[in-house]
């Protein structure tokens, strides 16, 4: 791994400047022997995942000529390369807090200065090159162009755009899905609600081969009315440089690998999209009624790259992003509510980094643990159904503790609440197919019971722990102690 010092003077204004700072570490793995793009790209992919591989290249997919990326921020050592912070919880969570309180404002460059307008095609093809999209599981309905990628939209009343992340199968040439779930409400489905009371179609532009902090932004339940490009500036230090696309106002990134642009329709929707194999690990069902995009000119660099990942059971790229940039989210949600004590949050990775979350908090008023539950539940964007909340003695983020203090401060009648009836995600698998959309909640106080220490005239037992001071003598002398690092 790179040196403190190392990481914290490094950003990147592309996807080839990280790719080339993994591939200096030996961070990042070329496959050079020609692979198929149905299924053994995928196979290959979970396989690396299981194994906290490295970030891979094929070079050869099929009869394609344009590489595949996949895996640049699978791991949480990438992640926090990614960033310029040591890949500790505790740094990511402080870099995401300074991007939301310092944004820092994209700046539109000049065409001939963008690389994504390097090359463009009038007449482009879904099948062709630089498409060297996989089929990436067994049952999957097609191939799946957007899997890790930005749909950038604009509000048509504010100018506001939004860089989301929505799947997209490839229906013909010319045409892919674009999965806008109305619960929980997507940005884009707002905007595109918008743009059909207007009685047009909406303007779409889908960015494949974006710098690392986009891709992070994009899948992080940024707040409505903010602009991703900003936090990502943030994230990175500087402006985000960005240009005018070609068939309409939005703005692309200009370091872009591949831009297609398009409309989607707001008279029509494609009768069916999916299955695919989804984050929870599980088939995701065929869905009615699609919203798609209608594809009219693609702009790509001269030897362009395309970036994907493979969707499925944790652990994945895709549960490794959300999860760190949307506990973020909510924990900058839970500070903007006014709640006080909030220690850290964890959307945690085995929950497919959406259906659980840790928080712990420093109790100070009765009630407090329930009104984080409640205001888990309304944050608008995501979808936790089962939140825990813990002392500030408990790292959210380590479920064996976590385990612990449900085990030892817990009793059932008292501190575990449920309710039905609550939105959810369409993807959720322990709802059956009529009541996707919908979950029952459960909430779990695993706080120490000192109210009801209190009432009965006693005290909460004191820890075992050692003293920090005497752990952080001990930590000092560790290798004396004949121990590695």
């Known amino acids: 791994m790179a040196t403190a010092i190392e990481v914290q003077t490094k950003a990147f204004n592309s996807l080839r400047e990280y790719m080339s700072f993994l591939d200096e570490r030996g961070l990042l793995h070329r496959i050079d022997v020609p692979v198929s793009k149905d299924e053994e790209v995928g196979a290959i992919c979970r396989e690396v995942f299981d194994r906290d591989g490295p970030a891979l290249l094929f070079n050869k997919v099929g009869n394609h000529t344009t590489p ?39 700046q539109e460059a000049a065409r001939n200065e963008a690389p ?28 799946e162009l957007a899997t890790l990628h930005g749909v950038i939209t604009m509000d048509p009343e504010t100018g506001w755009i939004n860089v989301g992340n929505y799947r997209g199968q490839i229906f013909d040439s010319k045409r892919f899905g674009c999965y806008l779930v109305s619960i929980p409400v997507r940005h884009a489905k707002l905007h595109w609600d918008k743009w059909k009371a207007m009685g047009k179609p909406m303007p779409v532009c889908v960015v494949l081969g974006m710098d ?30 960005v240009v005018k696309a070609e068939l309409s106002d939005l703005l692309v990134p200009a370091q872009a690998e591949i831009v297609i642009e398009g409309y989607m329709p707001t008279d029509k929707l494609w009768p069916e999209e999916a299955p695919f194999g989804e984050f929870p690990g599980y ?94 539940w309304g944050h608008p964007n995501l979808f936790c159904k089962h939140v825990t909340v813990v002392d500030d003695d408990i790292d959210p983020w380590n479920p064996f503790m976590v385990e612990w203090a449900i085990a030892t401060r817990v009793q059932a009648c008292r501190d575990v609440i449920t309710l039905g009836g609550a939105k959810s995600i369409d993807v959720d698998p322990s709802q059956v197919g009529s009541r996707r959309g919908e979950s029952d909640l459960l909430g779990i106080d695993a706080t120490k019971p000192l109210e009801e220490y209190a ?31």
């Open 283 to 376: 088939m995701g069902q065929m869905v009615k009624n699609c919203h798609y995009i209608e594809v009219h000119k693609v702009t790509h660099r001269k030897t362009p790259i395309f970036q994907g990942t493979y969707e499925g059971r944790p652990p994945s790229e895709s549960t490794t992003v959300r999860s760190m940039g949307r506990s973020a989210a909510l924990w900058e949600h839970l500070r903007r509510a006014g709640l006080a004590g909030i220690k850290d949050v964890s959307v945690t990775p085995a929950g497919c980094a959406g259906f659980h979350a840790n928080v712990s908090i420093t109790k100070s008023y009765h009630g407090h643990v329930r009104d984080v539950m409640f205001h888990v």
């Open 116 to 143: 994504c307008k390097e090359v463009v095609i009038d007449n482009p093809d879904l099948y062709a090159d630089p498409f060297p999209v996989p089929k990436w599981h067994h049952l999957d309905a097609g191939p």
């Open 455 to 485: 009432r009965d005239g006693s005290e909460y037992p004191a820890g075992t722990d050692p003293l920090p001071e005497t752990m952080e003598k001990v930590r000092k002398r560790w290798k004396e102690y004949g121990f590695k690092d």
């Open 68 to 106: 595949l990326f996949v895996g640049g921020v699978a791991t949480r050592e990438r992640y926090s390369l990614a960033l310029g912070v040591e890949p500790t919880i505790q740094a990511i969570a402080a870099k995401w807090a300074s991007a939301y309180k310092n944004p820092i404002k994209y």
């Open 212 to 241: 690392p902090y986009l891709h992070l932004t994009s899948v992080s339940a940024v707040p409505y009315g903010i602009d991703e490009y900003d936090i990502a500036g943030g994230l990175r230090g500087s402006a985000t440089q």
